[in-house]
């Protein structure tokens, strides 16, 4: 178990481009959350996939926002046309559904996303 | 949507006292499960505690417990012997039973512990 890996860990960009990141669940998860962090704020919850579905999506999630989980393994978050107010920490994470006992989500590391 | 609240931003304790964080929420389920997560300045978010809903025994973990009132929709953390290592960001979360169901955090509570 190599726990949750993101990347990078830090995005700057200038206004207007476009980012993705990717995320590495823990590999016997089915399940992968993306959320978002501002300063003093808890996490926001964006999407979800289980397995290579994504089953749920935010109305926070505007259509500049797209996530894809190919195979159902990594993931990727793309933000496209970025504005200043899309700058945050994007957290991943993942869990086991199905394992009895109920989901406990393992998070990664976070990208902080900066757009100047 | 379910909310969470935190109403205290920051807490202090002198290490090896003891502290005690709170949690409200608001849901109409009847089962439904809470967490403690902690994120230290590495920003990793840590899963520090779990309780169930329809458990009345309050969960522990060893110098980690929480006091759940399922009446009163609190869930606060006790945290004894504070040791310098648990100074972080606490936040509390929900989960409904039903799958499919997203998690929702509170706005934490950052802890200080003073040597």
């Known amino acids: 178990d190599t726990g949750v890996s993101q990347d990078p860990r830090h995005k700057i960009t200038k206004r207007g481009q476009n980012v993705t990141f990717r995320c590495d669940p823990i590999?016997?998860?089915?399940?992968l959350y993306w959320y978002r962090q501002t300063l003093g704020q808890g996490p926001e919850f964006l999407t979800y996939?289980?397995?290579?579905?994504?089953?749920?999506k935010s109305r926070l999630l505007s259509d500049r926002f797209s996530a894809e989980r190919p195979k159902g393994s990594f993931s990727t978050l793309e933000i496209q046309r970025t504005e200043q107010g899309d700058s945050a920490m994007y957290l991943c994470?993942?869990?086991?559904?199905?394992?009895?006992?109920?989901?406990?989500?393992?998070f990664g590391s976070g990208t902080q996303l900066s757009v100047l | 949507a379910q909310t969470v609240t935190q109403s205290q931003p920051e807490m202090s304790v002198q290490e090896a006292e003891t502290v005690t964080l709170s949690c409200t929420y608001d849901?109409?389920?009847?089962?439904?499960?809470l967490f403690w997560y902690k994120q230290p300045p590495s920003r990793q978010m840590i899963l520090v505690i779990r309780?169930?809903?329809?458990?009345?025994q309050n969960a522990t973990e060893n110098r980690f417990s929480v006091n759940f009132q399922k009446a009163a929709k609190s869930f606060s953390l006790k945290i004894s012997d504070s040791q310098l290592g648990d100074a972080a960001m606490y936040f509390c979360?929900?989960?409904?039973?039903?799958?499919?169901?997203?998690?929702?955090f509170g706005t934490g509570t950052s802890l200080t512990v003073i040597p």
């Open positions: 994470a993942s869990s086991l559904i199905g394992a009895g006992g109920g989901e406990k989500l393992f």
């Open positions: 590999s016997e998860h089915n399940r």
């Open positions: 996939f289980q397995n290579e579905a994504q089953l749920e």
């Open positions: 849901t109409s389920e009847s089962d439904y499960y």
């Open positions: 309780q169930e809903a329809y458990k009345q």
């Open positions: 979360a929900y989960r409904s039973s039903f799958q499919g169901n997203q998690f929702y």
